[in-house]
Every structure is written in C-alpha cells, then in structure tokens.
T-cell receptor, first 115, second 113 residues
C-alpha cells in the first residue's frame, strides 16, 4: 500500500497567489481529513470529508480556504489569495470508518511558505 | 469541546532509560486514545492506541496506561534508543461514529546516545 500521497511536498509562493495542495487517500478509505500544523497552534483539523461529502468545515480559517473531493481518490485544498500567516505544514489523512474506532493515516505533508 | 493537555513539551533521556509522556483530557465521553510519532519531515504515524475498556496496553517497548476516573493517559517507552527521538502526540476521540481527534501539543523526545 502506498499510503496517503500528497503533492507538492514543498511550496513557496508570494502573498496574493493561489495555492493548491493535493491529496490521494489510501484506497478503500472513505474518510479524508485536512490538517494544518504550526508551532503555535499544533495540529488543527481544517475539514473532514466522509464518502466525498464535506461533513465539517468549521476549522477552515476563512473564505480564502476551500476544499474539494471530486471522487474517492482525490482531494484538493486551495488557498486564494494566500497570506504569510498561512505558512504551515498541511497534512492530509484518511481512514476507514468501519467499526467503532477510526485510525487515521497521515500523509507526509506539504510545507507551505508564503512570502 | 474536548481539550487535551500534554506534558512535558520537551524531554531528554539517556539511551537505555525510560521516557514517560502524560496527557489529560476534559471530555468524559472520550473513549479512544491514540498516540502518534512524528519524525522530522514526515507525517504523524500511529504507534499505539488504547480504548476506554482497558487500563493498559503494551507493544514491545511501548506501553500506554489509561485512568478514566482521573481523565489522564500516559505513554511509556522503555530501553529508549536513538531512533525513538521524535515528536510524540497524544489524542482523544469519542470513538464510535466520531471522526474528531483532538491532539495534544506534542512532546519532543531526544534520546542521547
């Protein structure tokens, strides 16, 4: 199993530019999560999809952030326009929501730097 | 909502010694407590978890304990090795039907050879 795949691994952009982060969950997993990690705030859940449907986006910072999951094998997180305070590591995780407990498997992350 | 506190934030031990990381949680409905290890430049990886119906679980050099009455749980690593150096996160969840994992702020463990 290839695990959760994220691209790009690193992204450097200038303030005001659009940034798109991509995620391929583990095959067979029906839940997908986007997290943001910073030194100050730790790991924060941004949005959660179940069966490709956004269930909870209460963690999305503001309207500049949007996420889509057009099919079971692909999701994007878009920031438009980007700001320096968006600089962080963004993780995608997936899980199979069967049974009582949902182990989440994380991807390697995308380190975003907004200048 | 749930709040997870984790201590210490940094921990240095000599190789071969034991390391203990402690977490407390606030929501008594939480019943699933995973521990993640994050190595430099990588995503968090589940290393062990414990459900609320048990008080302790062991996997080789790693053990977790849970005290539901006091709402705290701990990670114990024995015979530490340099490759144990990483950031460790505890988390809490309500388990069945709940996707939400609330993470602690992490503990940076350094094992000194």
């Amino acid at each position: 199993d290839a695990g959760v795949i994220q691209s790009p691994r690193h992204e450097v952009t200038e303030m005001g530019q659009e940034v798109t982060l991509r995620c391929k969950p583990i095959s067979g997993h029906n839940s997908l999560f986007w997290y943001r990690q910073t030194m100050m705030r730790g790991l924060e859940l941004l949005i959660y999809f179940n069966n490709n449907v956004p269930i909870d986006d209460s963690g999305m910072p503001e309207d500049r952030f949007s996420a889509k999951m057009p099919n079971a094998s692909f999701s994007t997180l878009k920031i438009q326009p980007s700001e320096p305070r968006d600089s962080a590591v963004y993780f995608c995780a997936s899980s199979r929501t069967s049974g009582r407990y949902n182990e989440q498997f994380f991807g390697p992350g995308t380190r975003l730097t907004v200048l | 909502g749930e709040n997870v506190e984790q201590h210490p934030s940094t921990l240095s031990v000599q190789e071969g010694d034991s390391a203990v990381i402690k977490c407390t949680y606030s929501d008594s409905a939480s019943n699933y407590f995973p521990w993640y290890k994050q190595e430099l430049g990588k995503g968090p990886q589940l290393i062990i978890d414990i459900r609320s119906n048990v008080g302790e679980k062991k996997d080789q050099r790693i053990a977790v304990t849970l005290n539901k009455t006091a709402k705290h749980f701990s990670l114990h690593i024995t015979e530490t090795q340099p490759e144990d150096s990483a950031v460790y996160f505890c988390a809490a969840s309500k388990g069945a039907g709940s996707y939400q994992l609330t993470f602690g702020k992490g503990t940076k463990l350094s094992v000194i050879p």
